[in-house]
C-alpha cells in the first residue's frame, strides 16, 4: 500500500519548507541525473518565479508550488506542448476536486471565473539533438484569501477555495494532480497533441474573440480561432491571415 497512486511522478520526491524556487531547485536535481518524474515542492517559496521575469507570490501553506522533472524524447519543436499538456491537467484536477469550470488562457494559466488561479512556468534544457530535460513548475493557488495576495494582483488574481466557497484539501489536490499529470503525459507521449487538442479547445478562453498578441517585441491585435494539432494558437490578423503562435502572450479583451 502506497500513499502515492501513481507509477512514475513524484516516486522520487523532494520536499522543502522554505526555498526560493522549486524550478531552480529541480533544475539542480536535472542537472545531476534525477530520474523523470522527480517532483520537488515547496510550503513556501521566498523567491518563486513566473514567466517573463515576473514573482510568483508563494506563501505558506496555502498553495500548491512543485516542479516535475521531464526526459521526453521527442523534437525540440514538441516541446511547447506540454505546457498545454499541463494546463489541460490542472484543469481537470480542479474539475474532479470540485464543482467548478476551470478556463485555460493560452498557454498557460487557467482560470475561475475569469480569474487566475495558476501558472505554468516550463523550462527547456535543450542539447544539439533533442531535449535534455525539462522542468514544469505549477503554482496552483489553493487556500489563499483575497489578502493573501501582492495588492498589485488582488483584482486578477483567485484561489480554488475562494472560488468553491471552501477549504481544500492541499494533499489530496497534490496526489490527483500527480495521477492526472502521469495519466495525459502517458498518452500525450504516446498519441500526440492531436489526441487531446478537443480536450483543451472545450476548456479554452477568449475562443473568436479579438485579443492582443504579445510575441517578443511584436504586439498586434486579431481573432482568436482556435489551435492546431502542434498546439500553435491560430489568431487571424487584420488582413485576414492565419498566423501560428508557439509561444507569447495573449490579453483577452484588449482596449
Ligand atoms: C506564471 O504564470 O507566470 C508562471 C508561474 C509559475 C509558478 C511556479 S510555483 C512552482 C514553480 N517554481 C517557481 O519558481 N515557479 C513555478
Redesign the pocket.
Known amino acids: 500500500l502506497s500513499v502515492l497512486e501513481t507509477k512514475k511522478f513524484g516516486r522520487n520526491y523532494i520536499y522543502y519548507h522554505s526555498i ?5 531547485k ?1 533544475k539542480e536535481f536535472a542537472r545531476e541525473g534525477a530520474e523523470e518524474g522527480t517532483v520537488v515542492l ?1 510550503e513556501e ?1 521566498q ?6 521575469g ?1 514573482t ?1 507570490h ?1 506563501p505558506l501553506g496555502l ?5 516535475i522533472i521531464l526526459r521526453p524524447s521527442i523534437p525540440l519543436a514538441l516541446t511547447p506542448q506540454i505546457t498545454l499538456l499541463t494546463a489541460l491537467s490542472i484543469a481537470k484536477t480542479i474539475e474532479k476536486m470540485t464543482s467548478l469550470g476551470p478556463a485555460i488562457k493560452w498557454p ?2 487557467i482560470l475561475l471565473d475569469g480569474k ?1 488561479v ?4 516550463t523550462e527547456l534544457s535543450a542539447e544539439m539533438d533533442g531535449v535534455k530535460h525539462i522542468v514544469v ?4 493557488n489553493l487556500n489563499q484569501e483575497a489578502t493573501d495576495f501582492p495588492t498589485a494582483v488582488t483584482s486578477q488574481a483567485s484561489s480554488v477555495s475562494m472560488q468553491a466557497g471552501e477549504k481544500v484539501d492541499r494533499l489530496a489536490f497534490f496526489n490527483k494532480l500527480l495521477m492526472q499529470l502521469e495519466d495525459d503525459y502517458e498518452h500525450w507521449l504516446e498519441q500526440g497533441f492531436s489526441a487531446i487538442r478537443q480536450q483543451w479547445l472545450d476548456r479554452a478562453v477568449g475562443l473568436g474573440d479579438t485579443v492582443r498578441v504579445i510575441a517578443g517585441s511584436a504586439q498586434w491585435q486579431g481573432r482568436m480561432e482556435g489551435i492546431d494539432d502542434m498546439g500553435a494558437l491560430l489568431v487571424r490578423n487584420k488582413a485576414g491571415e492565419i498566423q501560428q503562435l508557439m509561444s507569447g502572450e495573449v490579453t483577452l479583451r484588449p482596449e
Open positions: 526560493n524556487s522549486s524550478n531552480e529541480a515547496a517559496q523567491a518563486g518565479k513566473g514567466r517573463l515576473r510568483w508563494s498553495g500548491l508550488y512543485l516542479s498557460n494559466d487566475k495558476c501558472g505554468i512556468l513548475g505549477i503554482g496552483l
